[in-house]
């Protein structure tokens, strides 16, 4: 992975994805964080949750970090494996996590390949 120091709450994000903790997980993002996924918006840890309970911890995926720079944002690019429908989808798949951090929460997230909405 790039030589780049990630925010301590990403680095909490992505151990409690791999462990995997659920409720370390939402605990990352702030109250009213927004996640955009699979051309869905999900606003506030509820809805969160049942986003990350469904569609990452139900199908068991796993984030091996590999590159990642930061700007304005926090983008790190992640080798997705699980248990999910990989058909159509390229071997490996990798995703562009774009995050932004306020007050050391993850106030919003939009997840992306090669800059494309998934």
């Not at 659920?22 to 996924?37: G, L, Q, S, Y």
């Not at 997705?80 to 798949?93: A, E, V």
Request: net charge negative; proline share 5%.
């Amino acid at each position: 992975m790039d030589k780049i120091q990630l925010p301590q709450v990403i680095k909490k994000f992505i151990a409690a994805s791999n462990k995997p903790d659920p409720k370390a997980f939402v605990d990352c993002f702030a109250n009213e964080a927004i996640v955009v996924d699979e051309g869905q918006e999900r606003t506030g840890k509820l809805a969160i949750k049942k986003w990350s309970d469904e569609s990452h911890f139900g199908f068991n995926v796993k984030l091996d970090p590999v590159a990642a720079r930061q700007d304005d944002e926090a983008i790190v690019t992640f080798k997705l494996s699980g248990d999910y429908d990989k058909t159509g989808l390229p071997d490996p798949l990798l995703l562009d996590f774009h995050f932004h951090i306020h007050d050391g929460y993850i106030k919003s997230l939009l997840i992306t390949e090669n800059g494309k909405h998934v």
